[in-house]
């Protein structure tokens, strides 16, 4: 929208309502707000290129303000993008079509520690980092230590479903919320179910968690705390083959047993980031193991994981490697270790049953390294959240000399993300376990659902028929003009 009559008749409004203060139109913050980590518009920028920019950055401090500036941008048609620590790998925040950032940093309050319950409820823009040291003075944990945990925000973390390091016990940010209240598209804020166990018939709550603002503005989130455990042990051990590793983990969870981690990499991994961050210079699959809880517990869970890696071959590497790894579980993220331009990456994972996962494994390996052979593609994965039923693979593939064209970088990278992605759903995977859809995956969503894709683009139009909520995400059809 070009600076005219109607952009400071729309700005003042906004001033209206959160004040002077509280909107900024400047260029230079326009063009921070305009990128997540996604690695796109980094190329765009880096490029000389301007990404997609934001014509107002607003910072709400409650849910009234929210609530009057969702009904003013329904007014006028302009889009609307929920913004936290802006962390997401996704693009999930990028405006694609300009419009009102709404940055809910401000409001980070800590509205209640329910310690009878073991619930927190907090505003949104609360830091997930702070949050954990607050708790933690009071002998709980929130047990969510996602890589992105200095960064981002609550409302981030249900937002996009993530997940951190310990959810093969406490669970990701979907298992965790209890409730939620949100300013819907129309400005009307609403509650879920104070509980998120019921026979109430279909769960709202679910709904809008995931919902990567496509369906309307978290304003309040209550979730599940727990204690901090007596102690938390580690074990590291080393397969000779992925498929051994793969095993030893699937009768981990099929025994119930409940280790807070497993983390298993593959061959590549070992080799090109276990060894660099460790110091471990051994092939094979290296794998570390968690427990945690009270001591006795925690050395009957051990015994019976060490048992069962044992009957598969697996290396006793012992605790101190194990537990150096959590210590430097972060240092894959930060330079000189995490991957970064002039490199083209991306992380491709997916979710599957036991049964599936290492055949979806070695497709992906296959579709990249082969099909991308002139570009020196590389592959790279570990399995890295655990479930009763199956396991995640955080797969990447690398290539270190991609096109310096930004079109031709795009078009390979749309490219490879394609092939990869419609492998993981050919062999029974989904598009992603934890990192979101933003518009990076969003085209691939109705191949994705299939036949039921028209349900969940039914429920977008009738939360907001207008389309002002985060448009160009999630694949939902863009309305708003």
């Not at 179910?193 to 503005?217: I, K, R």
């Not at 209550?222 to 699937?250: H, Q, S």
């Not at 060490?306 to 101190?320: A, F, Q, T, V, Y």
């Amino acid at each position: 929208m070009s600076k005219n009559l109607l952009f400071d008749v729309i700005t003042n409004e906004i001033m209206d309502i959160v004040g002077h203060d509280d909107v900024t139109v400047q260029e230079a913050e326009r063009v921070a707000y305009g990128m997540d980590v996604y690695l796109v518009p980094q190329i765009w920028l880096d490029s000389g290129l301007k990404p997609p920019r934001p014509e107002w950055i607003v910072f709400p401090e409650s849910a009234g303000e929210i609530s009057r500036l969702l009904k003013m941008a329904s007014r006028h048609g302009i889009p609307v993008i929920p913004y936290g620590g802006g962390t997401g790998s996704q693009g999930g925040t990028v405006p694609l079509y300009g419009g009102i950032l709404l940055d809910v940093k401000k409001m980070n309050h800590i509205i209640k520690i329910d310690e009878e319950s073991l619930a927190v409820t907090v505003q949104p823009g609360v830091n997930g980092q702070h949050l954990e040291w607050t708790v933690n003075k009071k002998g709980f944990t929130l047990a969510h230590y996602p890589a992105s945990q200095y960064g981002a925000t609550v409302g981030g973390y249900v937002a996009a479903r993530g997940s951190g390091t310990l959810s093969t016990k406490y669970g990701k940010a979907e298992d965790m919320v209890i409730s939620m209240e949100i300013a819907l598209p129309s400005g009307e804020v609403i509650r879920t179910l104070p509980v998120p166990s019921h026979a109430c018939g279909p769960d709202l709550l679910q709904l809008f968690v995931g919902s990567e603002g496509t369906l309307g503005v978290i304003t309040e989130i209550t979730m599940r705390l727990d204690p901090i455990p007596e102690e938390r042990r580690w074990r590291a051990y080393l397969f000779d083959d992925i498929r051994k590793g793969l095993e030893a983990g699937r009768r981990i969870m099929t025994r119930r047993l409940r280790p807070c981690t497993i983390r298993l990499y593959d061959e590549n991994s070992t080799q090109r980031i276990v060894k660099r961050v460790l110091g471990l210079d051994v092939a094979g699959s290296y794998m570390v193991v968690g427990s945690d809880g009270d001591k006795e517990s925690v050395d009957l869970e051990m015994r019976t994981i060490h048992d069962i890696c044992s009957e598969l071959n697996g290396k006793d590497l012992g605790p101190d490697l194990g537990e150096h790894w959590w210590k430097h579980r972060y240092d894959f993220y930060f330079p000189p270790l995490n991957l970064m331009l002039p490199q083209m990456f991306g992380t491709v994972e997916t979710t599957a049953t036991f049964d599936r996962i290492h055949d979806i494994y070695v497709a992906k390996k296959r579709v990249i390294e082969e099909g991308f052979k002139e570009w020196g593609a590389t592959y790279i994965g570990h399995f890295s959240h655990w479930f009763p039923w199956g396991v995640m693979v955080y797969d990447r593939f690398i290539i270190e000399k991609p096109p310096q064209d930004p079109h031709e970088a795009l078009q390979l990278h749309t490219e490879i993300w394609g092939k990869a992605a419609r492998t993981s759903i050919q062999h029974g995977g989904i598009l992603n376990d934890h990192h979101g859809i933003g518009f990076k995956l969003g085209w691939l969503m109705p191949e994705q659902y299939g036949a039921a894709w028209p349900v969940l683009q039914g429920i977008k139009d009738l939360l907001d028929p207008l389309g002002i909520m985060n448009p160009g995400k999630l694949g939902f059809i863009r309305r708003c003009k």
